[in-house]
């Protein structure tokens, strides 16, 4: 009898699963990362404020940006919907059936940081594209310690019993996901809202993302804004303009 529980023992040991993978930086094709890039001078592409030439240089090309956070201004009220962008569109959390410690999404939401970027190469017009990132950071688990664990269903242990592999989730780990949005007009040319779906490689890669600004233009010192994912706003507030070209991309979320 204490074999087979040293064996059962072993087959859960071997089934636990960090949740963590490629720190993919969460491009997406459409609308294309050489729409937005078209904005920058001729060979440059665009990237966290900056358009960035041929050898790695940044140029100044009056980037324009705005920023929400949770964490220290608080311009930023989440929602209940958050849990599921967090699971799906950013794969970061409750990856398996059962996730606990870091692995879980009650971590990311209680006490964790999420900011909202969004960044357009001019501001001398009202742009056809814009680049939002979105980034979280999760609290540690203890004082003294940080654990995450993810576990399969009952179904793929008792296969792994038998010998069969346990699959994980295939979906990207995505804490920074930088997506490139369509922008059209709204509430008769008042304001305006960015449109996309998730990274090609995430669960919500056929999920619609939405930045909506009910009033509002990017020449303004602050826009109110509605984020909502498949149709359910995640959070609401008020974006800040930014001070410098790339928002605080290059410091940690919460920093």
């Known amino acids: 009898m204490k074999t087979v529980l040293y064996i059962v023992a072993g087959f859960l040991t071997s089934a636990l699963v960090v949740a963590c993978g490629s720190k993919d930086d969460g491009n997406v094709a459409a609308p294309g990362a050489g729409a937005i890039s078209a904005q920058c001078p001729v060979g440059a592409t665009y990237q966290n404020g900056y358009c960035i030439g041929a050898n790695g240089q940044q140029l100044n090309t009056g980037s324009v940006g705005f920023y929400a956070e949770n964490y220290r201004q608080r311009n930023m009220t989440i929602t209940g919907a958050y849990t599921e962008f967090l699971r799906d569109a950013m794969g970061v959390c409750d990856r398996e059936k059962y996730s606990g410690g870091g692995a879980s999404c009650a971590t990311w939401i209680n006490g964790g940081a999420f900011d909202v970027v969004i960044q357009s190469p001019t501001s001398t017009a009202q742009t056809t594209i814009l680049q939002a990132t979105f980034r ?28 069969f592999p346990v699959p994980s989730s295939p979906a990207a780990y995505l804490p920074k996901l930088q997506l490139n949005m369509t ?6 040319y008042q304001g305006f809202e960015a449109r996309g779906y998730g990274d090609f490689n995430s669960k919500a890669n056929r999920s619609l993302i939405q930045i909506q600004i009910p009033q509002g233009k990017l020449e303004d010192s602050s826009l109110p804004y509605r984020i909502a994912y498949r149709n359910q706003i995640i959070a609401n507030g008020q974006f800040i303009r930014c001070n410098t070209a790339d928002c605080g991309l290059s410091q940690p979320v919460g920093y």
Do not use: Q, W
């Not at 999760?138 to 654990?147: E, P, V």
């Not at 922008?183 to 008769?188: A, D």
């Open 183 to 188: 922008v059209s007009v709204t509430n008769n």
């Open 136 to 163: 979280a950071a999760r609290r540690n688990t203890g004082a003294n310690s940080d654990y995450s664990y993810s576990l399969p269903s009952g179904g793929a242990l008792a296969g792994a019993l038998l010998g």
